[in-house]
């Protein structure tokens, strides 16, 4: 991730409510995935819950994907006002 990306993302998880829970969630998603990763041997329901949790953490991380790319597209986009068209009227 370059600064720029890092830095909108950081800003996002300080004025973004819905960023900052879908983030805060994929963390403890991630943390949940560290301790079975860390087992020698995984349980039947331990092995669906390892696969559910990649699942949910990747839904959450596209969501988190697309709340940057909508805001990095209104930061580039110039302001919208009357066009010249509009302006010869």
Do not use: C, W
Not at 18 to 28: G, T
Not at 30 to 42: D, I, M, N, S, V
Not at 45 to 68: F, G, S
């Amino acid at each position: 991730m370059n600064a720029q990306s890092q830095d909108l993302r950081e800003l996002l998880l300080e004025t973004d409510e819905e960023f900052h829970q879908l983030a805060a969630k994929h963390h403890e998603l991630e943390g949940r995935l560290h301790e079975l990763t860390a087992k020698q041997y995984l349980s039947d329901p331990e092995q669906l819950e390892q696969v559910t949790l990649k699942k949910r953490k990747l839904q959450l991380k596209d969501r988190m994907e697309d709340i940057l790319r909508r805001r990095r597209e209104s930061q580039a986009s110039p302001p919208s006002g009357p066009s010249r068209a509009d302006a010869r009227s």
